[in-house]
Nanobody, 127 residues
Framework: QVQLAESGGGLVQAGGSLRLSCAAS????????MGWFRQAPGKEREFVAA??????????DYADSVKGRFTISRDSAKNAVTLQMNSLKPEDTAVYYC??????????????????WGQGTQVTVSS
């Protein structure tokens, strides 16, 4: 099993920044991809960003709605990923979930393909 723990959510004004972190523990060798999804009230969970790694090479991808504003990165020594969120908009308000899976280097955007999930952290962007 892999346990994921998110941190860093909060309340910020539009145009501001937040940094989310996700620390993995347990059988982390069984995963080589981690991502962030978000779910707003009344909406389905949607892909935000993900990163895969293989042989020291990292691949990342982003939802169109966050490209140029969000950056995902991985700290292999800490088994953690971070999501730096800049130029936040009210529509970014949601619960953000960290997820992990084992697969190839292709970034997977479908939440059902991820095996492990964190509890979520609330991000609220005021206008």
């Amino acid at each position: 099993q892999v346990q994921l723990a998110e941190s860093g959510g909060g309340l910020v004004q539009a145009g501001g920044s937040l940094r989310l972190s996700c620390a993995a523990s347990g059988r982390t060798f069984s995963t080589n991809a981690m991502g962030w999804f978000r779910q707003a009230p009344g909406k389905e969970r949607e892909f935000v960003a993900a990163i895969t790694w293989s042989g020291g090479v990292h691949y990342a991808d982003y939802a169109d709605s966050v490209k140029g504003r969000f950056t995902i990165s991985r700290d292999s020594a800490k088994n953690a990923v971070t999501l730096q969120m800049n130029s936040l908009k009210p529509e970014d308000t949601a619960v953000y979930y960290c997820a992990a899976r084992w697969g190839n280097s292709i970034v997977v955007v479908t939440p059902e393909r991820y095996s492990y999930w964190g509890q979520g952290t609330q991000v609220t962007v005021s206008s």
